[in-house]
C-alpha cells in the first residue's frame, strides 16, 4: 500500500506530522511581522483607517490559509501527493538524504558574457529562500516541522540583514522623470549571458505587474501596481509636491523606495529581485541605478504618470 | 534618402536594371505593361498604402461590410499573424492583403479565377499593431475593401 | 487617386486642402457604402466580440495551431533519421531510445530514462546524440561545446522533433525504477527550487503557481501534472519568435539565460535532471510535440 | 534546394479547402543583421495553384508574409481523384512543386 504518512525534513531525517494549530498561529504571527512598517502610518489618519483594514486581512487570510493547509494535510494523510504517484513517491520515500547538487551544478555550467559561475553560489537569502521553498512544496508540512527551514529568528536575522542594505538617496531627491521611468519598466533586458556589462539595464516590471492601462502586455506575478499613487492618497500636483518637497520622506516614499531598492527587507522571499543592492555571493553591481530608481518611484507615484491616469 | 534608395535596390530581382532610379521605374512599368502576370515590384516597394494605390493603378476602395476579415485582436508575435478574408461580393477577381503600417503595405495579391471561393487565408508579418486592410477587386475593377486592427503586444521575458 | 484608408502624415499647412479633399471623398464613400449595405445580403459570419488579453491571445494562437510549421521541420527530420551521414555513412535507423533498436513509437514519453550502455539517465537529445557518435560517428564533445546554430546540433533538434512526433497523443511514463533515476528526479527538484543568480530566481520563481503569466504568456505550473504536461509534453516546439524549432535543452537554456544564470552546458546533468523531475511531474499527461510556441 | 511543401486537403460536398504551408525563410528585406546592414531579401514572389493542371490562382507575395508560409484557399467541383498542385518561385530564382490528390 501507499506509504506511511512520513516526511523528510532537510537532512533526510523521517519526520512524523505534527499538529498544525500552533504552527499555523506561528505563521500569522510571522505575516504580521511582514507589515510592520504600518507602524509609520498612524501620523496619517486616513492611511492607518486603511492600514488597519489591511492588516486584519493579512490575519484573516492567514488564518484561513492554515485551515485550508490542515485540509489538504488531511487528504494527503489519507493518501499519495496529489502531483506524484504513488510507487514513485514510495521510492523517493526510500531513498535516503538529500542530493547533493552542488557538484552537479558545477559540472553543468560554466561562464558566458557577464554571466560569471559565481553567480550560482548563493547568499544566504537565496540559500534560506530555495529550501523553504522546496519544503513548501513537499505538502506544506515541512515548513512547520522543520525548524532548520523556518526559523523564526533566522527569517528575521536574513530580514534585517536585507534592510541595511537599503541606502537613501544622498541628494535626499526621491523623484526622477516618469516617462524614463516607464521605458525602464518596458525594458526586460540586462544582465543576462547575451547583455554587455556597461549597457544600462531594464527593471523588467511589466513582465510581472500591471502599470499603466494602455500597455496590455503585462504579468501576473506581482500584484498590479496601476493606480499606485492614487490608491494611496497622492490624488494631484499639490500632494506629489507635498511629498517630494518634504525634507523628511513620508513612509510612504520610503516604503516605495524600500521595496524597489530590496523587496527582501520586507518579503524575504518575494519573487521580486533586488534592484538596488548587490545580490548573491558575487557582489555583483546593483540591476538599476540610482537614477533610474527616481525614475521609478515617479512612475509610481507622479500623478502625471500613466501608472495613474 | 540615400540608404532608402539603396534598400530599394536591394529588393529588385531583375540584375538587368542598373541605370538611374527613373529608367528602373519607367522600364519595370513598360514590362508590366507587356506581361500582366509579371511580378509588380513597384507595388512591392511602395512604402504608403496612397503610392500602393497608384502603382496598382486601382480605383478609389470603398469600404464595404460584405467582406469579412478574421484576424486576432492581439498577436503575441508579430512575425507571426494569420489572416483570413473572405467576402459575398460577387465576381471577385482579385485579394489585395496589407498591412498599413508595416514599412512596405503591401503583404500579398491573390488572383482568383472562377473555380475558387473568394475566401483566402495567410500569415503575415506585422512590424507593430496596424490595420490589415483587404482589398476585393471585381471583375469590372471597382475595389471594395474593409479593414482590422491587430495589436502586436511584447511578449516573453523581454530579454 | 487617394484612397479612404490613407494614413495620416503629421500636418503640414500645404496639405491642408488635400486632407479636407479626402475627409469629403471619405464622407461620399461611406455614403455609398451605407446605400450598397441596405442593398446587399448580410454578412457572412459575425466575429468573435472583444474579449480579454487572454482570450484574444488563445483566439490568435488557435488560428496558428493546426497548421503548425513545426511540421516542414518533422518531415526534415524523418528524412535525416533514414539518411546515411556522418564519418562512418550510417542511418540512425538503429538508434535504440529505450524501447529496443529502432524502435522509436511511445519511446520519448518515456525519456528521460537510464541506459546501460552508457551508464547514465539520458534525455531525448543526449540520447540522440549518442546514437550519432556510436552510429555514425559524430564527435559528441565537438557538438556538446558548440552551440545551437551548429548545423549538425539544428539536425539533431530535428531528428528530436521527429522521434518526439511519433509519441503524439501517447501518455507518459518517465520511469523512475532504479537509483540513478531517482537521484536525477530529486536533484532535478531541488535545482528547480535554487534561487541564485544577480535577481535571485529559480524555475519555481515563474512556474510553480497556476495561472501566472510573464507579459501576457502562461507560465506552466511544472509542479503539478497538467503543468508539466503541458509544457514539458510540448517541445519540441516550432517557435513563431525565432522560425525554428527548438527542443528542451534549447528552452531550458534560454530559460537559464532568462534567469541570469551562467550558461548550462549541452546535455549537463543539471539540464537532464530537469528534464526528469518535468517529466515524471507529467506521466500521465498525453504528448503533444512538436508544439507551437511564441 | 528547397524542402517539399506540406498540403493537406479538405472535401466537403464538392469543394476542396487547399491548405498549404511551404518550407522558406521570407527573409523581409528590412532587417539588419548584427554588422547593421540590411540583410537582402529573399522571399517567394509567385505562386500558383492549378487543378487538373489548370491554373485556378496565382498570387504575388512580398516580404511581408512570414516565414514557413501558410496559404488557404477553395476550390470548387472537385471530384475524388483531381489533382491538386501548388508551384511557388523566389527571388533567387528557386522554385518547387508538390502536388496531393483530392480523396
Known sequence: MGPKPQLLDSKGRFMLRKSFKPTCLNETIKRIALFRFFRYLPRFPKASVCASCFFYLVVLSSLSSCSQQARED??????????????????????????NISEMIRDSFESFGIADVDRLNQDPTQDYCSKLAEN????????????????????EKIRIQNQSLISFPRDSIYFGDYKRGESIAQD????????????????????????????????????????????????????????????????????????LVNSKAFNVCTVMPRFGVPVGVSHSEPTLKEQQLKDLMSLLLDPRSPVNQ | MQLRFEEMMNTRRNALIKGTALSALLLESLMRAEDSFAYQQSAFDAKTVAELNK????????????????????????????????????????????????????????????????????????????????????????????????????????? | MQSPVLRSNPPRPKRVALSWAVLIMIWISSLTTLQAQ????????????????????????????????????????????????????????????????????????????????????????????????????????????????????????????????????????????????????????????????????????????????????????????????????????????????????????????????????????????????????????????????? | MSDPMRIRLQSVAGVTTVKVLMSHEMESGQRRGEDGRIIPIWNIQDVSASWNGKVVMTAEWGGGISKNPFMQFAVKGTKPGDKISITWKDNRGDSRTDEVLVT
Open chain 1, 74 to 99: 488531511q487528504i494527503n494523510l489519507g493518501g499519495a501527493q496529489s502531483s506524484i504517484p504513488q510507487p514513485i513517491q514510495a521510492l523517493i520515500f526510500k531513498s535516503r538524504g538529500e542530493p
Open chain 1, 136 to 155: 513548501v512544496s513537499a505538502g506544506g508540512s515541512l515548513k512547520k516541522t522543520d525548524q532548520n527551514v523556518v526559523d523564526s529568528a533566522l527569517f
Open chain 1, 188 to 259: 526586460g533586458r540586462g544582465k543576462t549571458w547575451s547583455d554587455k556589462a556597461d549597457q544600462e539595464n531594464g527593471g523588467n516590471c511589466y513582465n510581472c505587474h500591471q502599470l499603466s492601462k494602455e500597455e496590455l502586455s503585462y504579468g501576473s506575478l506581482g500584484p498590479s501596481l496601476y493606480k499606485y499613487g492614487v490608491l494611496r492618497g497622492v490624488i494631484d500636483l499639490k500632494s506629489f509636491n507635498e511629498l517630494t518637497h518634504n525634507s523628511n520622506p513620508s513612509p510612504l516614499v520610503q516604503y516605495t523606495w524600500g521595496v
Open chain 2, 55 to 159: 502603382s496598382l493603378g486601382l480605383s478609389v476602395p470603398l469600404e464595404s461590410s460584405q467582406i469579412s476579415l478574421l484576424t486576432p485582436e492581439i498577436a503575441e508575435n508579430g512575425a507571426v499573424v494569420q489572416v483570413a478574408a473572405t467576402t459575398t461580393l460577387a465576381n471577385v477577381r482579385r485579394w489585395i492583403f496589407l498591412v498599413e503600417k508595416n514599412p512596405i503595405p503591401l503583404v500579398a495579391i491573390f488572383n482568383l479565377t472562377e473555380d475558387v471561393l473568394p475566401s483566402i487565408t495567410a500569415r503575415c508579418k506585422f512590424a507593430q499593431t496596424s490595420d490589415f486592410i483587404a482589398y476585393a477587386q471585381l471583375a469590372d475593377g471597382r475595389v471594395y475593401y474593409n479593414k482590422k486592427e491587430v495589436k502586436v503586444t511584447l511578449g516573453g521575458c523581454g530579454g
Open chain 3, 38 to 294: 441596405d442593398t446587399l445580403a448580410p454578412n457572412a459570419k459575425s466575429l468573435p466580440a472583444e474579449g480579454s488579453s487572454e482570450k484574444a491571445i488563445a483566439e490568435y494562437r488557435q488560428m496558428l495551431q493546426d497548421e503548425n510549421p513545426a511540421d516542414l521541420y518533422v518531415l526534415k527530420g524523418k528524412a535525416l533519421w533514414d539518411q546515411a551521414r556522418g564519418p562512418k555513412q550510417r542511418a540512425l535507423s538503429n538508434c535504440d531510445l529505450g524501447l529496443g533498436g529502432g524502435v522509436f513509437k511511445g519511446a520519448w514519453t518515456q525519456l528521460p530514462r537510464y541506459f546501460e550502455d552508457t551508464k547514465s539517465v539520458q534525455d531525448l537529445e543526449s540520447r540522440l546524440l549518442s546514437c550519432m557518435q556510436d552510429i555514425q560517428g559524430f564527435n559528441s564533445g565537438e557538438l556538446v561545446r558548440s552551440d545551437f546554430s551548429n548545423p549538425e546540433r539544428v539536425n539533431l533538434s530535428l531528428l528530436a522533433a521527429y522521434v518526439a512526433s511519433e509519441s503524439e497523443g501517447l501518455p507518459f511514463k518517465v520511469p523512475l525504477s532504479n537509483a540513478a533515476e531517482l537521484e536525477m528526479y530529486r536533484a532535478g527538484k531541488k535545482l528547480f527550487y535554487y534561487r541564485a543568480g544577480t535577481h535571485d530566481f529559480s524555475c519555481s520563481t515563474c512556474h510553480s503557481d497556476d495561472s501566472r503569466r510573464i507579459r501576457l504568456q502562461d507560465l506552466p505550473n511544472l509542479t503539478t501534472q497538467a503543468g508539466a504536461g503541458f509544457a514539458y509534453g510540448s517541445w519540441p516546439a516550432y517557435r513563431l519568435s525565432t522560425g525554428s524549432v527548438w527542443t528542451m535543452q534549447q528552452r531550458l537554456a534560454d530559460c537559464f539565460r532568462q534567469q541570469r544564470f551562467p550558461k548550462p552546458i549541452f546535455a549537463s546533468h543539471a539540464t537532464i535532471a530537469l528534464s526528469v523531475y518535468m517529466g515524471v511531474n507529467a506521466n500521465g499527461a498525453k504528448a503533444a510535440a512538436p508544439g507551437l510556441k511564441r
